[in-house]
């Protein structure tokens, strides 16, 4: 199982951020970084906060039924305080923070230092916490890429008959491989697969 071969690898080489992409849009990345992050808050009893980095199209919130007129871009643009962006979706051990306002240039901001010093910030704030990062495509712009180097560790997921494995490979390049935990073959049902990479 994916989650019992995160908690093996963190608790290994220590690193509790993780970054959740696909190769291809619609793909199923956002459910899984959901569905992941309740495993391990209702599962484990491991403190989560699910944090909403894909500000071309974010859609946590909606997937989870709350609303989100401020998020995480507030805090990079407008320097709102994190702590008024968190919200409690009503789960124990479970915090989310989404993205706000939706931008098209949003590689410009990721690379930003104010990205860099929010990442530390987490990091050295909430050291026993799992951070789940829902970050876009890699095929799609070079957020995801330009994202990878401020994780631990990387999860790509992969639909079923729609992503070809040039695509996969094309994707998987991209990224640092010491930091990928592995594949999600998503099957296009509530079930999923996972494989080591």
């Not at 992409?21 to 793909?27: D, H, I, N, P």
């Not at 994780?151 to 790509?156: C, E, F, Q, T």
């Not at 494995?165 to 079930?191: C, F, S």
Request: charged share 25%; glycine share 6%; with cysteine.
């Amino acid at each position: 199982m994916l989650r019992t071969r995160i908690l093996r690898r963190t608790k290994e080489r220590g690193g509790r951020s993780i970054m959740i992409t696909s190769a291809l849009s619609g793909e199923g990345k956002t459910t899984t970084a959901i569905n992941l992050s309740l495993t391990f808050a209702k599962g484990f009893e491991q403190t989560v906060m699910l944090v909403d980095c894909d500000f071309r199209k974010q859609c946590v919130h909606e997937v989870m039924g709350f609303n989100s007129d401020r998020g995480l871009l507030d805090h990079l643009l407008d320097d709102m305080p994190l702590s008024d962006l968190i919200v409690w979706p009503g789960i124990e051990k479970l915090t989310v923070i989404s993205g706000g306002k939706t931008i098209q240039e949003s590689s410009e901001v990721i690379a930003s230092p104010r990205m860099r010093e929010l990442d530390s910030e987490m990091k050295n704030r909430y050291p026993e916490r799992y951070v789940i990062f829902d970050v876009p495509p890699l095929l799609v712009g070079t957020d995801a890429m330009t994202f990878a180097p401020l994780v631990d560790w990387i999860i790509m997921v992969v639909q079923a008959g729609k992503t070809s494995m040039a695509e996969v490979n094309k994707a998987m390049q991209m990224l640092p491989k010491e930091k990928v935990l592995g594949l999600i073959l998503n099957r296009q049902t509530a079930q999923a697969e996972a494989y080591p990479y």
